[in-house]
C-alpha cells in the first residue's frame, strides 16, 4: 500500500508535467504556424489565449465534478479530453481548426491540476503530505522551462505540428498508468452541483482573465477591455451572491475562514506571482540580450529547476522540525534574495550570479509552495480536496494572468523609457519598431550595418524595466513573508483557526449550507470514504 502511493504519486507528476509543457512548447512554434497556416498576429494571439481562457475558466467547476463523480475518473476523462484535443491541433489545416482546438486543450488541461493535487493531498497523511505535495508542486515548475527546449529540439527537426504529436505518447502512458495506479476517491455523501455558480464563476473568471490578456494588447483604457472588466465585476457579485443563497454552494466559504487555507493560499499566489515572472523576463534576457537559442536558455534555467526540486524534498522534514509557519517565511525570504539578485543584472554580468539567483528562487519557490500548499490541503480534508485544490488553482492562476499583463506593462515601459534616448538617430519607423519590443530591437540590429549598439542599448534598457519587475516581486514576496510569519498556525496540520484568531469548532469547518450538504464534510476525526475502484485497494481521504 505504501509503495502504491508513491506510484500513484508518479502518476499524477506526469500529468502536470504533460500540461506544463503545454503552457510553454507553443511560444517558440509560433513563427512556423504563422508561415504554415497564414495566421495573423491576432490569429498568433488566440492560438495562445484560447487555451488561457478555457484552462482558468474551467479549472473550479472541474475540481468540485471530481469532489462528486470522482476525482480519479475526472483526471482521466480530463487527459483523454487533452489528448483528443492534441490530435486535433495536429491536424489542424486552418486557423479556426487550431483555435477550436486550443479551447479544447485547456478544458482538459483545466482538470488536471486540481485534481491531481486533490488525488495527491487525499491519499497521503500528514507526516508524508508535505513531501508528496513538494514533489508535485517541483513537477510542475519542472515542464514549464523544458517547454521550449523539447520545442526547440522538435522544431529542429520536424514540422510545427509535432509540438502536439508529442502530447500522443506522452498523455497515453499517463493514461494506462492512471487507470491501474491511481486509486478512486471522492466526497462520500456529495452533494448535487450547484449549476447556476459553476456557470458564473466559469464566466467571471474568463471574463477576467480575456481582459487582462486584452489589456497590454489594445490598451487599458480601450472600450473593449473596460467592458470585460467590468463584465467580470458583476459576474463576481453574482456569483458571490449566489454562493451565499445555493443550498449546496460550490466552495464552501468556511474555507477562508481558517487561516490555514486563505494565508496558505496567499503564500501561493505570492510565489505563483514571482514564478511567472521569473519565467516571462528571464528567458526574454538569455535569448535577446545575450542571444542565446531556445534550448540554451531552458538550460540556463535548470539552477532554479534544481533548487525546486531540492527545496520540495526537503519542505516535509522542515515542516515537521520547525513547522509550516517558519518553513513557508523561510522559503519566501530566500525567494526574495533570488529576485534581488536577478535585479542587479547587468549586460556584463556572469552567468554564475544568474544562476545563484536562479538557485535561490528555486529553493525559495519550492520551500514555500510545498508547505503552504500543504497547509491548504490541510485545512480542505479529504471530502472536498478538489474543491480547495481547485479554488487554489483557480486563484493562483488567474493571479499569474494578472501578474503577467501588469508586470508585462511596467517592463515594457521602463524598456521604452531607457531606450527611448539612443533612438534619436534612427528613422521614425525604425524607432517605433525597436521601441516597442527588445526582439524587434534586436532584430532592427541584425539588419543594420553596425547594430551592435542598438543591441547593446536595446539589452541595458530591457534589463532596467526587468530589475523593476524582479523588485515588485521581492517586495511582494517580503510582505507575505511577514504576513505568513503573523498568522500562519506553526504547524499546517494543527486545528483550524478562524482569520481573526478565534477556534474552529471541532468538528472540522462548518459548513454555510443546508444540512444535506453539510452531511457530506469530513468528521474532525476520521478519514474521508472514497468510492473504491472494481481493480484498487480503496484509498482513504486526507485526516482533518
Not at 489545416?93 to 482538459?108: E, F, P
Not at 481493480?535 to 481521504?541: F, L
Request: aromatic share 6%; with cysteine; charged share 10%.
Amino acid at each position: 500500500m505504501r509503495t502504491a502511493k508513491w506510484w500513484m504519486l508518479t502518476v499524477t507528476c506526469l500529468s502536470v508535467i504533460v500540461v506544463s509543457l503545454d503552457l510553454t512548447v507553443l511560444n517558440i512554434a509560433l513563427p512556423s504556424i504563422s508561415a504554415a497556416l497564414h495566421a495573423s498576429t491576432a490569429d498568433l494571439q488566440w492560438i495562445v489565449d484560447a487555451y488561457s481562457l478555457a484552462f482558468a475558466g474551467f479549472m473550479l467547476s472541474a475540481g468540485v465534478i471530481g469532489d462528486r463523480v470522482g476525482r480519479r475518473r475526472v483526471l482521466l476523462a480530463g487527459l483523454a479530453v487533452f489528448l483528443v484535443a492534441s490530435v486535433w491541433c495536429a491536424l489542424s489545416v486552418s486557423v479556426g481548426d487550431l483555435i477550436a482546438g486550443r479551447v479544447l486543450m485547456g478544458l482538459g488541461a483545466a482538470t488536471v491540476f486540481p485534481l491531481s493535487l486533490a488525488i495527491t493531498a487525499a491519499a497521503f497523511g500528514d507526516a508524508e503530505r508535505p513531501k508528496a505535495i513538494g514533489i508535485l508542486t517541483a513537477a510542475v515548475a519542472l515542464g514549464l522551462p523544458l517547454g521550449p527546449v523539447l520545442g526547440g529540439v522538435l522544431l529542429q527537426h520536424f514540422a510545427w505540428n509535432s509540438v502536439f504529436w508529442i502530447n500522443v505518447p506522452a498523455v497515453c502512458l499517463t493514461l494506462a498508468a492512471g487507470f491501474f495506479l491511481v486509486p478512486e476517491s471522492r466526497h462520500p455523501a456529495a452533494p448535487p452541483l450547484d449549476v447556476p455558480g459553476a456557470l458564473l464563476s466559469a464566466a467571471a473568471v474568463t471574463s477576467l482573465v480575456w481582459g487582462v490578456i486584452n489589456g497590454p494588447e489594445h490598451g487599458w483604457t480601450a472600450p473593449a477591455t473596460w467592458a470585460l472588466l467590468a463584465g467580470s465585476a458583476v459576474l463576481l457579485a453574482a456569483f458571490v451572491l449566489r454562493e451565499r443563497r445555493a443550498a449546496c454552494p460550490l466552495v464552501d466559504p468556511a474555507l477562508f475562514g481558517d487561516r490555514r487555507f486563505t494565508w496558505g493560499t496567499v503564500a501561493t499566489i505570492s510565489v505563483s506571482v514571482a514564478l511567472f515572472a521569473i519565467l516571462f523576463t528571464v528567458p526574454q534576457y538569455l535569448q535577446s540580450a545575450l542571444g542565446d537559442d531556445p534550448i540554451s536558455a531552458g538550460l540556463r534555467l535548470l539552477p532554479m529547476m534544481a533548487g525546486l526540486l531540492v527545496a520540495g524534498g526537503a519542505a516535509s522534514p522542515a515542516v515537521a522540525a520547525i513547522g509550516t509557519r517558519l518553513t513557508v517565511a523561510a522559503g519566501l525570504a530566500l525567494l526574495t534574495a533570488g529576485l534581488a539578485v536577478l535585479s542587479q543584472i547587468s549586460l556584463d554580468t556572469g552567468y554564475a550570479v544568474v544562476a545563484t539567483g536562479l538557485a535561490l528562487c528555486g529553493l525559495g519557490t519550492g520551500a514555500s509552495i510545498a508547505a503552504a500548499m500543504d497547509a491548504v490541503m490541510a485545512a480542505v480534508g479529504g471530502d472536498e480536496a478538489g474543491a480547495g485544490a481547485a479554488t487554489n488553482s483557480t486563484l493562483r492562476q488567474v493571479s499569474g494572468a494578472i501578474a503577467v499583463a501588469v508586470l508585462g506593462s511596467v517592463l515594457s515601459a521602463g524598456y521604452a523609457r531607457n531606450l527611448s534616448p539612443a533612438l534619436a538617430a534612427l528613422p521614425a519607423r525604425d524607432a517605433v519598431s525597436a521601441r516597442a519590443s527588445i526582439t524587434g530591437a534586436v532584430q532592427l540590429a541584425a539588419r543594420l550595418p553596425s547594430g551592435g549598439w542598438l543591441r547593446a542599448a536595446a539589452g541595458t534598457a530591457f534589463l532596467h524595466g526587468q530589475a523593476v519587475v524582479m523588485l515588485s516581486c521581492a517586495g511582494l514576496a517580503a510582505i507575505t513573508a511577514l504576513t505568513s510569519l503573523r498568522y500562519l498556525p506553526g504547524r499546517g496540520s494543527a486545528p483550524a483557526s478562524t482569520a481573526s484568531g478565534g477556534p474552529a469548532s471541532s468538528g472540522g469547518l462548518a459548513s454555510s449550507g443546508a444540512p444535506a450538504c453539510s452531511a457530506g464534510l469530513a468528521s474532525s476525526g476520521g478519514p474521508a470514504s472514497p468510492e473504491p475502484p472494481a481493480s484498487a485497494t480503496p484509498s482513504t481521504g486526507t485526516r482533518r
